[in-house]
């Protein structure tokens, strides 16, 4: 089934006024808002609160760089050595997120929804999410990582961001609570980690959960620019592996 090319849209387009962005001119945006302010704008329909805009605005810069490790890292690194163009490596930036490298954002947010809209229980619900996700032999998203055992410093600043900003801890209160649920249920620590920190804080600030995903890639994105630059402007040829890391299994 097909359709034409006509879209009606309540997100921005030219009009008499000029180019109006979610009922804003954005030549008023211009002067008197910021990208994060205008992100938020674009993606809920209307201008943050104060604190809304901050908990963004920390969100971003908590996610936009963890170093050459991670495949986001990593990735957008070789292809600049290969001498592929910068949009080419950026791209590449976002293809290597999935979810289990923060891919894990709108999943965690779901699952948050899920647990609060079960009522007051809130461990019980927990406990019903962890059966529900055995069931189906899959991973509950936003938790665990390589390096952060027992804390996620990340997640950490940001809930006490948050707290020192009064915002609501309802969806902070269930992330923690799932933690402390699935470290009992599997006597290992599984921390909540940056996708799961800003799964309850998005929530918190009514981003809805679509939207999740793509505010972690684009923080990502944004950081690799610095690393394709240095890759581009180091002289040095394309990256490979050794011989010897790799091993051929007949």
């Excluded at 592929?84 to 929804?113: C, E, K, Q, R, W």
Aim: with cysteine; hydrophobic share 40%; aromatic share 6%.
């Amino acid at each position: 089934m097909s359709q034409d090319l006509k879209f009606v849209t309540a997100v921005s387009g030219q009009t008499s006024k000029g180019l109006i962005l979610r009922k804003e001119k954005l030549s008023d945006l211009i002067k008197e808002a910021d990208f994060v302010s205008t992100l938020y704008l674009s993606i809920t329909g209307r201008k943050p609160k104060k604190t809304e805009n901050l908990i963004l605005n920390a969100l971003l810069v908590a996610s936009i760089d963890h170093g050459i490790s991670p495949a986001s890292g990593l990735v957008p690194r070789i292809v600049a050595s290969s001498g592929g163009d910068i949009y080419a490596a950026m791209a590449t930036s976002i293809l290597s997120l999935g979810p289990y490298h923060g891919g894990a954002v709108t999943g965690a947010m779901n699952a948050f929804n899920e647990i609060d809209q079960e009522g007051d229980d809130v461990e019980k619900a927990c406990e019903n999410l962890i059966y529900a996700y055995r069931l189906r032999n899959e991973r509950i998203p936003g938790f665990g990582h390589p390096i952060y055992k027992k804390i996620d410093p990340r997640a950490k600043i940001l809930f006490e961001l948050a707290r020192k900003n009064n915002l609501d801890i309802q969806f902070m209160n269930i992330a923690k609570q799932l933690e402390h649920t699935l470290e009992d249920k599997f006597s290992k620590k599984l921390v909540l980690n940056i996708d799961g920190a800003m799964a309850a804080l998005l929530l918190t600030i009514n981003v809805d959960p679509s939207a999740g995903n793509a505010i972690f890639g684009l923080a990502r994105v944004a950081g690799s620019i610095a690393h394709i630059i240095e890759e581009q402007q180091s002289g040095k040829w394309v990256r490979r592996l050794k011989d010897e890391d790799v091993e051929y299994a007949a």
